[in-house]
């Protein structure tokens, strides 16, 4: 096993183990709050994002395994938390900036079937697009974290993306792989940022406790 692979397998054991962890939280209800319209632009992103990357002149399963196992991972979480919300019988909502969040990456994504399908482009600039899509999933969350007074995200599975995507990003640099680069300082910048605020908003509840 080459280290390009062997950093590739421990990006992917990593995301694996914290997903599971997450999906786990959510199932039982337990201290996290997922927002449904982060995994709604996360898991259609990634999926358009990984099959933009494929009609690359240049792809790797392995050189970008950051979204290769998104794909899984963003799938699996946002069918876990749509049948936790149905479940509980609760009505899908989402207030204005959630609702103006999806309407751009809609209209992100119909751009993306125009270049790729109907221009017959390749998936050098839609990738670029997509990876707009995905922050625009990241800032869904952050800006709930942003105004909370206590932490309702899973800081396993974050620190798990943060590390895991810091990982990816040393496998796509010894591909020598633009685009799995691009994707994996993306991801690492805003899995990071979520942790941060994640931390500020511990603190924020801990001197409303102390007050």
Request: hydrophobic letters at 55%; glycine letters at 6%; one cysteine or more.
């Amino acid at each position: 096993m080459t280290l390009r692979e062997l950093s590739a397998l421990v990006s992917l054991i990593i995301v694996v183990f914290g997903t599971i962890w997450y999906i786990c939280l959510v199932l039982w209800g337990q201290k996290v709050k997922p927002v449904l319209a982060t995994w709604i632009v996360l898991s259609g992103t990634m999926t358009l994002g990984f099959v933009t990357y494929l009609t690359a002149p240049k792809h790797s399963l392995i050189s970008n395994i950051g979204n290769t196992s998104g794909v899984i991972t963003t799938l699996s979480v946002f069918l876990a938390v749509a049948w936790k919300n149905m479940k509980g019988g609760k009505r899908v909502q989402f207030n204005r900036f959630q609702f103006w969040s999806l309407m751009i990456s809609l209209a992100i994504a119909i751009l993306w079937i125009a270049i790729v399908w109907g221009f017959k482009g390749t998936g050098i600039v839609p990738n670029i697009l997509t990876q707009i899509l995905m922050a625009v999933g990241y800032i869904v969350t952050a800006e709930r974290l942003w105004y909370a007074t206590k932490n309702t995200e899973s800081l396993m599975l974050w620190w798990c993306v943060a590390i895991s995507s810091a990982i990816a990003l040393y496998t796509a640099i010894l591909s020598h792989d633009g685009l799995a680069v691009l994707y994996s300082v993306r991801a690492t910048i805003t899995s990071g940022t979520l942790v941060w605020l994640m931390y500020r908003a511990d603190k924020k509840s801990q001197l409303i406790i102390a007050s």
